[in-house]
């Protein structure tokens, strides 16, 4: 199975800062990668798709890139309301497999 | 506009059974792929199994093969896991959600709100 790694495991940050957690593939997985945000007691929503494309209506201060085996998910000014987890998830190959996750602390 | 609501978790003995419902109440659920996603208390996220529109592909966590059964009816807006031989690691959060497909990228939008599932 494919391990994704995700880090830091946790930040915490200020209102505005440039927020940015990367995940790591153990194979190449292409562009196969999404994001997840989870706020406590909720589910997960979905941010961003095939490494680089902004879900609908997710704020555009949400970004991610990469390819392969390396991929960033950054918050370009963080707010309050991104307390949360952030999940990587590779499509790629079966099982598909989450990271760890993040925990953003404001 | 797809909202999904499962129930049918609950309290079970190891080796007992379970079937968690999930429901589209915008009547969306028969075009799309549909799958199962879950969360072990204070844990994260773990892909369980998903299929196809008409149930002629489905995919499954190795660790849940021959145990758990995704199924759907599309006439109902519904998908199912029936749930078998439960284990105390089978214990969590089960949120069902649609694919979203794009090439060959795949993606779980929306999620349901969760079932919780104990096997103690």
């Known amino acids: 199975a494919i391990q994704m790694t995700q880090s830091p495991s946790s930040l915490s940050a200020s209102v505005g800062d440039r927020v940015t957690m990367t995940c790591r593939a153990s194979?190449?997985?292409?562009?196969?990668l999404g994001w997840y945000q989870q706020k406590p007691g909720k589910a997960p929503k979905l941010l961003i798709f095939?490494?680089?494309s902004l879900r609908s209506g997710v704020p555009l201060r949400f970004s991610g890139s990469g390819s392969g085996t390396d991929f960033t998910l950054t918050i370009s000014s963080l707010q309050p309301e991104d307390l949360a987890t952030y999940y990587c998830l590779q499509d790629n190959d079966y099982p598909w497999t989450f990271g760890q996750g993040t925990k953003v602390d404001i | 506009e797809m909202q999904l609501v499962e129930s049918g978790g609950g309290l079970v003995q190891p080796g007992g059974s379970l079937r968690l419902s999930c429901v589209d109440s915008?009547?969306?659920?028969?075009?799309?792929?549909m799958g199962w996603v879950r969360q072990a208390p204070g844990k994260g996220l773990e892909w369980v199994a998903h299929?196809?529109?008409?149930?002629?592909?489905?995919f499954y966590l190795d660790s849940v093969k021959g145990r758990f059964t995704i199924s759907r009816d599309n006439a109902k807006n519904s998908l199912y896991l029936q749930m078998n031989s439960l284990r105390d690691e089978d214990t969590a959060v089960y949120y069902c959600?649609?694919?979203?497909?794009?090439?060959?990228?795949?993606?779980?939008?929306?999620w349901g709100h969760g079932t919780l599932v104990t096997v103690s």
């Open positions: 915008g009547f969306l659920l028969s075009r799309y792929w």
């Open positions: 299929m196809n529109q008409d149930g002629s592909y489905y």
């Open positions: 959600a649609r694919l979203g497909m794009a090439g060959s990228a795949d993606w779980f939008d929306p």
């Open positions: 194979q190449g997985i292409s562009t196969d």
């Open positions: 095939a490494a680089s």
